[in-house]
């Protein structure tokens, strides 16, 4: 059995320094690496880049609001065009990056705000999804299965990976619940356990205490979570020892039929 296994990274911009990327990217197989809007910026953008080269991670895109300020977690109003326009503006930096580093852009994956409003928005999901498939149609768009993002991927014949969140909660209704536990430090083992089980039986224990049905292609740990790569380590151990390879989704031209 394989599992993708995905991080937002490139976090940091200017004199700021977010998450634990160097010791992220030693576990993960996919890093989402942020595209100047919510956070970033050029010099960072490299550098993730040549970590993921250096580490054998594919590399996708972390397009977010232009939102520095709020590192991309207000939703702003914006017309559809405007945001489709800017998924391609940041694309079109990453990928020149990656560019220099020998490596293709494998997936696009919107950010915070960005992220639950297109899962709840058929008009940004459409947006999203147009300006990948203006750009380039190959690669993948990462979303939860419970969201307008990926019903329209599958009207409209984008490829999507399927997200399962190590380190959120989930609803009955099989969404993200998007709190924050600032400063508070998840058990490894329990996240584990929980990842396993959502990656073998398909299932995840819910915030009321209800267990639902949960499908995945890949897996997500933030790398702001406070012990975010004790958590990486520690799932991807307990996905080896249960006979799960950790491995990239690959860009959607490469997958064999």
């Known amino acids: 059995m394989q599992i993708d296994f995905n ?26 690496v942020a595209g100047g809007f919510h956070a970033g910026d050029p010099h960072v953008m490299r550098e993730t880049v040549a970590l993921a080269r250096e580490h054998g991670v594919a590399v996708g895109l972390h397009n977010g609001y232009g939102d520095l300020v709020g590192f991309g977690r207000r939703e702003i109003k914006a017309a559809p065009e405007e945001l489709r326009d800017e998924l391609i503006y940041q694309l079109g930096a ?50 939860m299965q419970s969201s307008k993002t990926y019903e329209l991927a599958r009207e409209m014949g984008q490829p999507v990976a399927r997200e399962f969140f190590a380190d959120r909660e989930y609803n009955d209704e099989g969404q993200i619940v ?18 396993l089980r959502g990656v073998t039986e ?19 740990v933030h790398s702001d979570t406070p012990g975010a790569a004790r958590l ?18 690959g860009r959607a031209e490469q997958r064999i039929p």
Not at 109 to 137: F, N, V, W
């Open 94 to 143: 990453l990928r020149e990056f990656a560019r220099l580093y020998g490596l293709e852009i494998q997936h696009v994956k919107p950010h915070g705000a960005l992220y639950m409003a297109a899962a709840r928005d058929e008009e940004l999901s459409r947006a999203i999804i147009g300006a990948i498939q203006e750009s380039d149609p190959a690669l993948i768009l990462y979303c």
């Open 178 to 195: 998007f709190t924050r536990r600032v400063g508070e430090e998840l058990d490894p083992e329990e996240v584990a356990e929980r990842v």
């Open 202 to 220: 398909g299932r995840v224990r819910t915030v009321d205490g209800n267990d639902i049905e949960v499908a995945a292609d890949s897996i997500c």
């Open 232 to 249: 990486a380590e520690t799932i991807v151990r307990m996905l080896g020892e249960n006979g799960v390879e950790v491995r990239p989704v």
């Open 7 to 32: 991080c937002d990274m490139g976090e940091s911009f200017g004199p700021y320094s977010f998450g634990a990327d160097e010791e992220l990217m030693r576990h993960i197989s996919s890093a989402n």
